[in-house]
């Protein structure tokens, strides 16, 4: 329900009771702490049976698992029209399961357990814990470097890491497959990590990397998989492997290796060609440092701050499903908005039919996108690829740019009009001042009544 038609339901049931719309939020917030109830981030919307969030999620992994070629990915439209593998389960309504779906793929996005890839058939989501195909054999295997012993929830443990690593600037997402993962570093090298499970709910997880890989690289990779697990367990133990660095003998004596470290001996021999193998080297050094702390804390906030902008774009695409469906008319999101579209909203006639006009929508959520100008106080826009001008100009129906700040107000202006009538200005300085107003179902009424035709109003 929307908060306020919940609020009207409870006046009805409660005849004796006043409360304020606030007094109900407060309440709701209270109730969402322990999972009662679940308050939705677009619509305004609360639902009343949290529960249905697993149920969907339950329905998304068995179809991901059922996928031919067992790549652990499913389409993006597939999740959002609910084409999934149900078997028993019990369905919404179809109103009421659009929005369940919008509000579980948000929740998978905010708990980093799936990432999205842009392809020409459209947005892929990728679950780096379900993949099934087994890696092939390397010709050259990277030599293991580290590893952890670790417990808790394995498959988000996993599944985090991925998704986190592929949202840092430091490391490409190459190749996944079952519990194993490629990066490539900026430099083209690959770096990887591979996860088994063992018994009683815990696993190893070993650290490679193919030869030539700077120390700087290795250090910032290990480091970066070794605060993600110290967060998840407070227990992981981590162990170093060593290679003989003149003959690239591996040093198999575990037990000597931690005997010498605890009496302060900092080198051990090489079994085969008997040369002094250092064991506390470069990258251990560089491990333990302050500033290599401070540079992966870095790296985690930025991979953080990422995820949260692809959560705040998913609930501006939410909020304007749930506006253009409370104001009767039709949205679609658009399958790839490079082109500065994100999506469209379909207006009906006055028969409830399509009527084939509309308006398109760009959307950005967040207070940069917003500059407030000193001299008068407007706020400008600062449009960051000229490109989007021309395009936007080009439509045959308006280009609505919508605009989500942080305190939650979400406004819309007819930008193409601007650029028409300010098309010298935006040649010298590409930005709009943004004059929107409320992105509300009454606006989009009003958008549709200078849209559509009477003629196509008028009831037959």
Known sequence: MRMAELKQQLEMRLPLT?????????????????????????????????????????????????????????????????????????????????????????????????????????????????????????????????????????????ATLIVKLHHTSAFEKDQLWRYAADFKTQAGKRVGLRMEKREEGSAELVVYFEGDVPDDSKVTFIRYVHDHLKQKDAEVVRVRHYVCPHCETPVENRKAIHQRLARGQTDITCVLCEKRIPLIDLIEQKFASTELEMRVREMELRAQTNIDNESRELILLGHAFAVAGEAGQIFRPTPNSDWGIDGEIEFKDYLGKASGRRVYLQLKSGDSYLQRRDRDGAEVFQVRNRRHLDYWQEQAYPVMLVIRSSDGAIRWMDVSTYIRTHREELEERPRIIFEGEPFTALTVQRMRDRLVPKDRRIVQ
């Not at 149900?86 to 929740?107: H, T």
């Not at 989501?125 to 670790?150: A, G, K, N, T």
């Open 18 to 158: 006043q409360f304020s719309l606030e007094e109900l939020r407060a309440v709701i917030g209270l109730l969402a702490g322990p999972g009662v109830v679940m308050q939705l981030e677009f619509g305004d919307f609360v639902l009343l049976e949290p529960e249905r969030i697993n149920a969907y999620a339950a329905a998304v992994i068995r179809t991901v698992r059922s996928h031919t070629d067992e790549i652990g990915c499913i389409s993006e439209h597939a999740v959002l029209n609910g084409d999934l593998r149900y078997y028993d389960m019990k369905r919404l309504p179809r109103s009421d399961e659009q929005i369940v779906l919008r509000a579980m793929y948000q929740v998978f996005v905010d708990h980093g357990l799936c990432l999205s890839e842009s392809t020409e058939a459209g947005t892929l989501l990728v679950f780096p814990s379900h993949f099934r195909r087994e890696r092939p054999e390397l010709e050259v295997h990277p030599s293991v470097f580290v590893s952890y012993h670790f417990k808790g929830a394995l498959d988000e443990i996993y």
